[in-house]
């Protein structure tokens, strides 16, 4: 972890991933606990950015992204708190039978950053020779965004940065055009799906597209975040030379999951298994 220098600017593109650091468990991070400290938000901001910022502007962040630091209710780990329940067992119910009704696809969507593995600290070097790394200030990274329905189908982009209300509206209207047909979009409480353009392009398409949000704090109720999965364990047998070689080595792998349609439909069943 670098030390703190010269002050950095937090843009609106750290308090994204900040915010969708947070929306999920510290477990979707690879820590073994349920409950957030501002050093692991600031920890993981920092592996998913390469940025660094101090506690006091990762607090402050939070409170700006409306966060409070709260006593959790402890419950057991067999109950799924109301809104899960209530997502499970009413509100994804009857979107399934309104998709029926009007003959809608419906899609999970998920958006997943990609870059460089710089963060690790470590490489290898000869004992007793310090080993030299430059690098830029300006930290190069990709992000996917996909969508994936309830059959098996999957449509992807990748761009850079992180996701902006202009991308994402973006991405809602490619994905839009690909026909005619209906199309029930399911995604997370991320600002740039909340933002006033996209509600507005929504709106603009008369009822041929439709945004429903899952509950907070639920990416288990999300089937496309095994495509991440799949998609970062064979990232991680490949070497990557540069982040064009990087970016070319997961879009094959995605298409190679979008070819195999009934392993995304498995991701469905898996979470919400008839």
Excluded at 201 to 217: D, I, Q
């Amino acid at each position: 972890m670098p030390k703190p220098g010269r002050s950095v600017i937090f843009k609106t593109e750290h308090g994204e991933k900040l915010f969708e650091i947070i929306s999920k468990k510290p477990y979707s991070w690879r820590y073994e606990s349920d409950l957030w400290t501002v050093s692991m938000a600031r920890d993981v901001l920092y592996e998913q950015t390469g940025t660094y910022f101090s506690k006091t502007r990762i607090l402050s962040a939070l409170h700006d992204l409306g966060f409070s630091f709260q006593k959790p209710d402890v419950k057991a780990l067999e109950r799924k708190n109301d809104k899960i329940e209530e997502w499970l067992n009413e509100v994804f119910p009857a979107i399934l039978e309104e998709a029926n009704t009007v003959g809608a696809k419906i899609y999970f969507e998920d958006e997943s950053g990609i870059s460089l593995n710089i963060f690790s600290g470590r490489t290898w070097s000869i004992k007793g020779q310090t080993p030299v790394v430059y690098r830029s200030g300006q930290r190069i990274k990709r992000t996917m965004a996909a969508a994936i329905t309830t059959d098996g189908e999957m449509y992807f982009e990748t761009y850079e940065g992180g996701t902006t209300a202009e991308r994402y509206k973006s991405f809602l209207e490619n994905l839009n055009n690909l026909d005619e047909g209906i199309k029930f979009v399911i995604h997370d409480g991320l600002p740039s799906h909340r933002s006033n353009l996209v509600k507005e392009y929504v709106e603009s398409t008369n009822g041929k597209l439709k945004t429903f949000r899952l509950p907070g704090y639920s990416p288990e109720l999300n089937p496309e975040e095994w495509v991440w999965d799949n998609l970062k364990k064979k990232l991680g047998k490949r070497a990557h030379k540069s982040i064009e070689d990087l970016t070319g080595h997961a879009t094959e792998i995605m298409n190679e999951i979008k070819r195999d349609h009934k392993l995304i439909g498995s991701f469905y069943t898996h979470v919400y298994a008839q």
